[in-house]
């Protein structure tokens, strides 16, 4: 029903930054929350950041507030995560995804998913 790709994900020093991209294709509504989680090795999926297409406040996780922004470009269908100030503890798989069930940090309210991008932070 909705397709979800991540991109712009790399190696980068710690301290620098990155902006993530999420295109959404398909059916897709104007309602649905964008979310972004992220998985290390090892450890469970964690929630990032949300925000939905319209506006309000977008919620971020405690661990990256005031480093990361979500924002999103409703023409071109595509949700950015913008990093700054990146640390080694950011490294991971980071992955878009939409609900349609509201804002949640809750991974279960989320039901479409990217494929995921690698970000990799070295000190």
């Known amino acids: 029903q909705a397709q979800l790709v991540e991109s712009g994900g790399g190696l980068v020093q710690a301290g620098g930054s990155l902006r993530l991209s999420c295109v959404v294709s398909?059916?897709?509504?104007?309602?649905?929350?964008m979310g972004w989680f992220r998985q290390a090795p090892g450890k469970e999926r964690e929630f990032v950041a949300a925000?939905?297409?319209?506006?309000?406040?977008?919620l971020y996780a405690d661990s990256v507030k005031g480093r990361f922004t979500i924002s999103r470009d409703n023409a071109m269908n595509t949700v950015y995560l913008q990093m700054t100030s990146l640390e080694p503890e950011d490294t991971a798989v980071y992955y878009c995804a939409a609900s349609r069930r509201g804002m949640t940090t809750d991974q279960a309210g989320y039901e479409y998913w990217g494929q995921g991008t690698q970000v990799t932070v070295s000190s």
């Open positions: 925000r939905n297409w319209w506006g309000g406040s977008p």
């Open positions: 398909g059916r897709t509504s104007s309602s649905y929350v």
